[in-house]
């Protein structure tokens, strides 16, 4: 596994009695649309939980660029992690909700405004940008959520069913989405669902049972 960029090594999580995730291992290429396809209880939420230190197993390792990161904090992680229900701040324009995390960082004002004008741009959403979430539907929303975590400039994004709350169209924008980032900007895209016709846009499919 000398070439992966993300290897899960013989990882366990136990929750008391319950197995969640048992004895997997799979690696991931840098730059690589990866999808995890499986019912809901199967072990995908605990798996990419593990991968953003929010979890630890109890056998295995991670690594992430040739780094174990299996007992590395959250916050020193280049993985950041998009939600199904948007988590976007409902008092906030969606300029201001996609530079928040860069204004935390301390970066330079100069540098806020071209990262979240550039951004805007390449979701083609700059006429929304002095909207409110209220004022957008669930498609843009997720969007708008995709974006302020890619202006964060992430190793690795992963997708928690990000598409589970919109209607088909919705869907299909997010999707969209999804692959015009991962193709500009090279970042390791891990989208967990299960809706086949989703997985099945990815570069490879884990499927789990």
Same mark, same amino acid.
């Given at each position: 596994?000398?070439?992966?960029? &993300?290897?899960?090594?013989?990882?366990?999580?136990?929750?008391?009695?319950? /197995?969640?995730?048992?004895?997997?291992?799979?690696?991931?290429?840098?730059?690589?649309?990866?999808? &995890?396809?499986?019912?809901?209880?199967?072990?995908?939420? /605990? &798996?990419?939980?593990?991968?953003?230190?929010?979890?630890?197993?109890?056998?295995?390792?991670?690594?992430?660029?040739?780094?174990?990161?299996?007992?590395?904090?959250?916050?020193?992680?280049?993985?950041?992690?998009?939600?199904?229900?948007?988590?976007?701040?409902?008092? !906030?324009?969606?300029?201001?909700?996609?530079?928040?995390?860069?204004?935390?960082?301390?970066?330079?004002?100069?540098?806020?405004?071209?990262?979240?004008?550039?951004?805007?741009? !390449?979701?083609?959403?700059?006429?929304?940008?002095?909207?409110?979430?209220?004022?957008?539907?669930?498609?843009?929303?997720?969007?708008?959520?995709?974006?302020?975590?890619?202006?964060?400039?992430?190793?690795?994004?992963?997708?928690?069913?990000?598409?589970?709350?919109?209607?088909?169209?919705?869907?299909?924008?997010? !999707?969209?989405?999804?692959?015009?980032?991962?193709?500009?900007?090279?970042?390791?895209?891990?989208?967990?669902?299960?809706?086949?016709?989703?997985?099945?846009?990815?570069?490879?499919? &884990?499927?789990?049972?």
């Amino acid at each position: 596994m000398a070439n992966e960029f &993300l290897v899960f090594d013989h990882v366990t999580k136990r929750f008391g009695a319950l /197995t969640a995730v048992n004895d997997v291992s799979f690696s991931i290429k840098k730059g690589e649309f990866f999808s &995890l396809l499986g019912p809901s209880g199967c072990g995908k939420t /605990t &798996l990419l939980r593990m991968l953003g230190g929010f979890e630890h197993p109890d056998t295995g390792r991670i690594y992430l660029d040739g780094k174990d990161i299996t007992d590395a904090p959250p916050n020193i992680r280049r993985v950041h992690t998009v939600f199904q229900n948007y988590a976007l701040f409902p008092t !906030m324009t969606i300029w201001d909700n996609i530079a928040f995390s860069l204004r935390l960082a301390k970066k330079p004002k100069a540098e806020v405004e071209e990262s979240v004008d550039a951004i805007l741009e !390449m979701i083609r959403m700059s006429d929304h940008a002095w909207k409110y979430p209220s004022q957008l539907s669930g498609g843009q929303k997720q969007r708008v959520a995709i974006a302020g975590v890619i202006a964060m400039r992430p190793e690795c994004i992963i997708l928690d069913e990000p598409t589970a709350m919109l209607d088909p169209r919705g869907r299909e924008e997010v !999707m969209k989405t999804i692959k015009m980032l991962r193709d500009e900007l090279g970042v390791t895209v891990i989208l967990i669902t299960h809706y086949m016709d989703e997985a099945v846009k990815a570069d490879r499919v &884990l499927i789990i049972n």
